[in-house]
């Protein structure tokens, strides 16, 4: 029993563009539909979330997905959207990053059970790595016109004016072999819908024409929009860069902050997008959030079911434990339990002083700590001044002038956090 998979991405606006037919072609039966991996890292970022999103939300809809990995292509290089053209990668590349983005994706799609619309992760490497040039352009090339591949937006783009670089042979067939890979899958599996973001519509009605034009059949093609932010700037960058679900790329901590630090028009949008409560959830948990927006109940909604969605429970716990140390009450063990990046991702452009493990064998005494070893305070005397008023805390605990610091109060066995008044943070860094 299939689900309306078109109305279900419509009411989470998820829907931009659908070719007629679509919808009524996917409440016939259970149909396969694919969506293209960028493999040119060995993690996906959020910005690859939304397309993960639709398989999923069409597997779940009782089709059958296919997340096709670009091997092939990431050796071209896309031009949509881009403005100049991507490193090319080697084969040993790309099959270490297609294993790791498959890890990644089995958090959001079944591909191990018995059930007849199991996802399935394919390769156009496979496909096209035995295809000679010759064989392409005879029975690929000859059944698309220059004309038709000049009219798509992203080749225009790049061939305008304005655009600094041309456009290299390699790039503007890429359409083609994008084309072939949704002809090759409607010739194997049957596959019968490629989805994508809207920069991706041209590259789609192109494998619609090589499946008319060759294999004689019929192909549909649906797009969701392009992600954007409120205030303009990138969806899924920030000043450090992407926003990975790799653990070790971007931690758990970082991940959970993104989410929970998004304006309240934001959030009303990617709670939608990027997660899987129902549209009446979502109704009350927007009314309740305009009743107290202070509160920022959809922010913590969306960040909750993201992270444990991309990483685990444990992951959002211990991030929850991460943001209450800077912004609630905490204690020198919550500190403990932080690894190092997490640590180091709290406390990110907090100043920082170097002291040998020696200092701490003997004890380091709360001055030098303060003053004459580290300069966090400005002068011995206004070290003493702050002890006095029991304005200093070493891991989150006040301290007094006659306090050591010894290797028990080292975090990670590397770090000891300082802190004067509430919102003043030192990190002393030891060295061996």
Sequence with gaps: MTKNFVAELTWRGMLHDVMPGTEEHL????????VGIDPTADSLHIGHLVGVMMLRHFQLAGHRPFALIGGATGMIGDPSGKSAERNLLDEPTLRHNQEAIKGQLARFLDFESNAPNAAILVNNYDWMKDFSFLEFIRDVGKHITVNYMMAKDSVKKRLSADAK??????????QLVQGYDFLHLYRQHECT????????????????ELIRRIGGGKGYALTCPLITKADGTKFGKTEGGNIWLDSERTSPYKFYQYWLNTSDEDAEKYIKIFTFLTQEEIENLVAAHKEAPHLRQLQKKLAEEVTVMVHSQEDLDNAIKASNILFGKSTSEDLKQLNE??????????PQAEVAMADLEAGLDMIGALAAKTGFLDSNGAARRELKQNSIAVNKEKVKEDFLITKDQLINNKFVLLQRGKKNYFVLVVKE
């Design 165 to 174: 670089e041309g456009m290299s042979f390699t790039e503007f067939t890429y």
């Design 193 to 208: 819908l490629q989805m994508g973001g809207s920069d991706q519509w041209g590259n789609i009605t192109t494998g619609t």
């Design 341 to 350: 990046k997490t640590f180091l991702d709290v406390f990110d452009g907090v």
């Design 27 to 34: 409440m016939e039966a259970m149909r396969s539909a694919y």
